[in-house]
C-alpha cells in the first residue's frame, strides 16, 4: 500500500552505465605485418558486459588509423582485447581509447603516451 514506486524488480542490462579505464597495455610486434593489441582494464566487475571501442594511433601527430569502432565483451578477468584493424608502417606514440555501451554512448576516455617501439607497454 506503499506510494512509492518500486524499483526492484527492473531488469539488469548487460550494457554498463559507467565503466572506467583502470589500465591495460598496448603490444606491437616487431614485423611490419604485425597489428597493434591494446589490453584494457576495465574491472571484473563488468565481466561479461558488452561494450563498444575505438582506439585511435597517431605517431608526430599523424593518424596512423580511422578508428574502427569494435563490438567487445568484457572478459572474466575485467579486461578488453583489441587488435589494431591493420598493421602500422609505423609504430604509434599515441592513442586514444573511447569506450561506448553498445548504444553507441561516449562512456569513458583515456589518452596514452606511447614510445614508439615494438614490445609491451603499460599504462
Do not use: C
Not at 31 to 37: F, G, L, P, Q, S
Not at 70 to 82: C, F, K
Not at 95 to 105: E, F, L, P, Q, R
Amino acid at each position: 500500500s506503499s506510494s512509492t514506486p518500486s524499483t526492484a524488480s527492473t531488469p539488469t542490462s548487460s550494457t554498463p552505465s559507467s565503466i572506467s579505464i583502470l589500465g591495460g597495455s598496448f603490444s606491437t610486434g616487431s614485423a611490419e605485418a604485425d597489428k597493434t593489441y591494446a589490453r584494457i582494464n576495465v574491472g571484473t566487475a563488468h565481466a561479461g558486459e558488452d561494450v563498444i571501442v575505438q582506439i585511435f594511433y597517431s605517431r608526430d601527430g599523424n593518424a596512423l588509423n580511422h578508428g574502427n569502432m569494435v563490438p567487445a565483451t568484457v572478459h572474466s578477468d575485467g579486461y578488453l582485447e583489441i587488435a589494431s584493424a591493420d598493421a602500422y608502417h609505423y609504430y604509434p606514440d599515441y592513442a586514444t581509447i573511447k569506450v561506448y555501451d553498445s548504444n553507441s554512448n561516449l562512456l569513458t576516455t583515456q589518452s596514452v603516451s606511447l614510445s614508439p617501439t615494438s614490445g609491451t607497454q603499460t599504462f
